[in-house]
């Protein structure tokens, strides 16, 4: 079974940068796409970058050319390089896993609070 362990969230003023990490257990996450997902308050849960096991990414828009998603296979975590952050980005941040078979794990989220 996989398991998913965020950390790096935090408290930051706009405009400044923080980094989560996302370790996982287990030899499946080689096999997995990961992601990093977001929940605001009263918000549905969003997108906010995606990278596949050959390390193709995607970004939701409003994170494009802030945000950068990076794996590192050997070790079984993902990455979430926040810059320029903004007060809508605050929220609880999610790491999330497919594997081949289509089976979604999901940790147990990280907040990230931004001041103004």
């Known amino acids: 079974q996989v398991q998913l362990v965020e950390s790096g969230g935090g408290l930051v003023q706009a405009g400044g940068s923080l980094r989560l990490s996302c370790a996982a257990s287990g030899s499946i996450f080689s096999r997995s796409a990961m992601g990093w997902y977001r929940q605001a308050p009263g918000k549905q849960r969003e997108l906010v970058a995606a990278?596949?096991?050959?390390?193709?990414?995607n970004y939701a828009d409003s994170v494009e050319g802030r945000f950068t998603i990076s794996r590192d296979n050997a070790k079984n975590a993902v990455y979430l390089q926040m810059n320029s952050l903004k007060p809508e980005d605050a929220a609880v941040y999610y790491c999330?896993?497919?594997?081949?078979?289509?089976?979604?794990?999901w940790g147990q989220g990280t907040q990230v609070t931004v001041s103004s």
């Open positions: 990278i596949t096991r050959g390390g193709s990414t």
């Open positions: 999330n896993a497919v594997d081949i078979n289509l089976k979604t794990y």
